[in-house]
């Protein structure tokens, strides 16, 4: 079968799109903290004995920037550092139960924003793009490209 010449268009608009449902699920219900430390949250929840070392790591930027986004998230009440019991020197980075709740709330509201587009598809439709999904995200990880655990921080 030969591929559309506009095939990658059409997935990064589809993309785009995508992101615009999950950024006005997200408007719409004033959530108090950047996209940004969003994706910080989801890193710390999805990496559980993290310190600011490793989450510069993940976020590809340098450990002061790292500890100046825990600093805002600490300050609103979002994430904890406390001493790890292995070893005092090391700084763990611990969500509390209101970064949580956040995190499921924006979860559960962005997959009924995504639900309620996709209400307004045919159901063959929504069943060819599951096929397709599946099938992007195995020739993705097959690729090499990052799908996964932090793909959701990275949306986040």
């Given at each position: 079968?030969?591929?559309?010449?506009?095939?990658?268009a059409a997935i990064e608009a589809a993309a785009e799109a995508l992101i615009g449902v999950l950024d006005s699920a997200a408007s719409r219900h004033n959530v108090s903290v950047s996209p940004t430390q969003l994706r910080v949250l989801s890193l710390i929840i999805s990496?559980?004995?993290?310190?600011?070392?490793?989450?510069?790591?993940?976020?590809?930027?340098?450990?002061?920037?790292?500890?100046?986004?825990?600093?805002?998230?600490?300050?609103?009440?979002?994430?904890?550092?406390?001493?790890?019991?292995?070893?005092?020197?090391?700084?763990?980075?611990?969500?509390?139960?209101?970064?949580?709740?956040?995190?499921?709330?924006?979860?559960?509201?962005?997959?009924?924003?995504?639900?309620?587009?996709?209400?307004?598809?045919?159901?063959?439709?929504?069943?060819?793009?599951?096929?397709?999904?599946?099938?992007?995200?195995?020739?993705?990880?097959?690729?090499?490209?990052?799908?996964?655990?932090?793909?959701?921080?990275?949306?986040?």
């Amino acid at each position: 079968m030969e591929r559309p010449p506009n095939l990658a268009a059409a997935i990064e608009a589809a993309a785009e799109a995508l992101i615009g449902v999950l950024d006005s699920a997200a408007s719409r219900h004033n959530v108090s903290v950047s996209p940004t430390q969003l994706r910080v949250l989801s890193l710390i929840i999805s990496h559980p004995n993290a310190n600011v070392n490793r989450l510069a790591d993940l976020l590809d930027v340098v450990p002061s920037s790292a500890s100046r986004l825990c600093d805002r998230l600490e300050a609103v009440g979002l994430v904890r550092r406390v001493a790890d019991p292995r070893d005092r020197r090391e700084v763990r980075l611990i969500p509390t139960a209101a970064a949580e709740t956040l995190l499921r709330e924006l979860q559960e509201r962005r997959h009924q924003a995504i639900q309620a587009v996709l209400d307004r598809m045919p159901h063959r439709t929504q069943h060819e793009l599951l096929l397709a999904l599946a099938a992007f995200g195995q020739a993705a990880a097959l690729a090499g490209g990052q799908v996964g655990s932090d793909s959701a921080a990275r949306t986040a």
